[in-house]
């Protein structure tokens, strides 16, 4: 196929455009930003996020006894109830449990980063590959292998993977990724098989424009935002989703602390030691909830954006 | 005509479904873990009991062959024996299933009844006070795992104020009555023994009110988003100008359309209630088929893996076809959808 021919004035326009695009883009996001900032549930979001971020990375320099975080007993102290030298209190053998709810956030947060890293490209790219090959048998194949994924409860298969193979955060992560993926695919295929059709793919493919080009260049930047958001909002979910995994002790392995293993460790101290089950449950919610206000208001955004 | 063919369809598409899950399941409990054999005689015993065990097992056949076995066995309802309970693990899941069944159906009631009550009066009042707080309660009851929930209701309604029992589905010193259906409180009814009727409830509230609380929100958040999407359509805007009472209008015409993706949803909620309900029966030492799950897969029982995730497989691919079943009924697009051509 014939190339587009450049000359100095094309290459020329071709700047100024970019440089058009770039300001309308800043101003987009200017634009955003102030809608995001008029709903005060999307600011909390975000505000919560950063500040679980902020303290999970920082986490051995803002906790009070960071050594609490690891194998440490102090029997002297243990079974406190919260104090303003313990302010969540003590566990039974004397760790202080704001510590490890802090240094819980860690693998809280890595569980839905790794999942979400291992989850999307190939969830995408499947995607991408049976809607643009929508109606053939490559479309068939992909979409009824999603189909029995879905199919049936993510928690329960997910356990069972995770529960067979050695208990720890690594297998735990590697049991959601391989019933969260065809989530993506499912959404993927849904916009490709829509998008193939405009007239923007039409030309690509009149131009004898490679199916991988076709894919990557022209349907995949349209995906973008629906993907974005799915993913901002199942940061929550995920988190949600490992800290039942860990309730059930398939998860972070102690002395590490995990917030789900830490619940179900400390309900069997119920009631007289509530605070051991109930400051990691709070957490749990809290980050949570962090991410889906952040990924609701996100959602709201991109939605306004479309109309 | 159609609905027959409907049906048809989708119990084709369940079938592929239900082969594929096999052999998800297959993989999980033969292929993942390694030596199956060794798994069930410990790692201590001598390498002939294994190769015994190898043998009886048929686990030196092809994979393919090993797996048509299995599923031919499966099908006929046969798992081997639990390494854990040392039964059968058809007559482990006969004694514990109905506990668990007991524990989402009334969530199930709860999560439908509640969640559209709270959906109707938020969309009804949308934007104020109560619509709000109704919002915020469904975005914690969202977010809130179920055993935070369990824990947060076992400490205020079980030992601060003392109104609900904690432990188990029964009080000590209340006779069982005879196990008909295996749901407690169905059969106290049946037995005529309205003491251990309400004894049972009580012991039911507390974990299925903890296991609902996400389904009554996620309802909760539908139903408001619909009906208030459905609040602003023409036809709503012309029965009000022909005078038709407002609660006719509601009634009547507002709620079946608006209904529609709650239901689907609540179908979803229910049957993933099932299986998910061991997050509640570990807190209130509930003997349910959720729990027994869990346990199994805790001690690597893998013949017990393998059935309890079949079973819960099978119960949510059949709530999902009744649930399209319903929604087809309440749905006339899609019930006449095809007739046109007729």
């Keep these: 196929m014939a190339q587009p021919t450049t000359s100095w004035g094309a290459a020329a326009d071709l700047r100024h455009y970019r440089e058009l695009e770039r300001s309308s883009r800043r101003e987009n996001f200017g634009r955003a930003w102030y809608k995001f900032s008029r709903n005060p549930l999307s600011v909390a979001g975000l505000v919560i996020v950063a500040v679980v971020v902020l303290l999970a990375l920082l986490a051995p320099y803002v906790t009070p006894y960071p050594k609490h975080a690891g194998p440490f007993t102090d029997f002297a102290n243990a079974k406190l109830p919260p104090s303003w030298k313990y302010l969540f209190g003590t566990d039974t053998i004397g760790r202080d449990i704001l510590t490890r709810v802090i240094f819980g956030f860690q693998d809280a947060l890595v569980m839905g980063i790794v999942v979400l890293a291992l989850v999307v490209p190939p969830g995408v790219l499947l995607g991408l590959v049976a809607g643009y090959f929508h109606g053939t048998w490559i479309d068939t194949v992909i979409m009824r292998i999603t189909d029995i994924f879905l199919a049936v409860p993510p928690l329960v298969l997910a356990l069972a993977i995770a529960s067979v193979l050695v208990p720890n955060l690594m297998n735990s992560m590697m049991a959601v990724s391989l019933m969260w993926w065809p989530w993506y695919t499912r959404l993927v295929f849904g916009l490709t098989t829509q998008l193939r059709n405009e007239y923007f793919v039409k030309s690509a493919e009149t131009m004898g424009a490679s199916t991988a080009h076709i894919l990557f260049k022209e349907i995949l930047p349209n995906c973008v935002s629906p993907i974005f958001t799915k993913m901002s909002l199942d940061m929550g979910w995920v988190i949600l989703i490992g800290s039942s995994l860990s309730f059930v002790g398939l998860g972070t392995q102690p002395p590490k602390p995990g917030l789900g293993t830490m619940v179900a460790d400390g309900a069997k101290y119920l009631p007289d030691l509530w605070w051991i089950p109930v400051f990691p449950a709070l957490g749990i919610v809290v980050i949570v909830l962090g991410f889906n206000l952040l990924g609701d208001g996100l959602r709201d955004l991109l939605a306004a954006e479309e109309v | ?342």
């Design chain 2, 1 to 342: 005509m159609q609905l027959a063919s409907f049906i048809l369809h989708r119990a084709i598409h369940s079938i592929f479904v239900l082969l594929g899950l096999s052999v998800v399941i297959f993989v999980i409990s033969r292929v993942l873990p390694g030596d199956p054999a060794r798994m069930a005689v410990g790692a201590r015993a001598p390498q002939w009991v294994v190769d015994n065990l190898r043998e009886q097992m048929h686990l030196n056949d092809s994979l393919p062959v090993q797996y048509a076995n299995w599923l031919v066995d499966a099908v006929h309802g046969q798992f081997g024996i639990s390494l854990n309970t040392r039964r059968d693990v058809s007559q482990d899941i006969q004694e514990f299933f109905p506990a668990t069944l007991e524990l989402a159906l009334y969530a199930g009631v709860l999560m439908g009844a509640m969640g559209i009550v709270l959906g109707t009066i938020s969309a009804q009042h949308k934007d104020k006070m109560i619509d709000n707080l109704v919002r915020i309660l469904s975005y914690l009851g969202v977010v809130t795992p179920a055993f935070v929930f369990a824990i947060i209701f076992m400490l205020i309604f079980g030992y601060a104020l003392h109104l609900l029992p904690t432990l188990g589905r029964l009080s000590e010193g209340l006779t069982r009555p005879p196990a008909i259906t295996g749901l407690v409180t169905v059969d106290a009814l049946l037995a005529g023994d309205p003491r251990a009727f309400w004894d049972a409830f009580l012991h039911l509230s507390m974990p299925a009110v903890a296991l609902a609380m996400g389904g009554i929100a996620q309802e909760a958040r539908i139903t408001r988003s619909t009906m208030s999407d459905n609040l602003t359509k023409d036809y709503i805007a012309a029965e009000r100008a022909l005078g038709i009472p407002e609660r006719v209008i509601m009634s009547k015409f507002l709620l079946k359309p608006s209904l529609i993706p709650t239901i689907s949803i609540l179908g979803l909620d229910f049957a993933a209630t099932l299986s998910n309900a061991f997050l509640v029966e570990l807190i209130f030492n509930w003997p349910g088929l959720s729990r027994y799950g869990i346990n199994a897969m805790l001690k690597k029982d893998l013949n017990a893996i393998a059935a309890v995730v079949l079973v819960f497989g099978v119960v949510f691919i059949v709530v999902n076809i009744l649930v399209d079943l319903v929604v087809a009924q309440l749905d006339p697009r899609i019930r006449l959808g095809a007739g046109r051509s007729e």
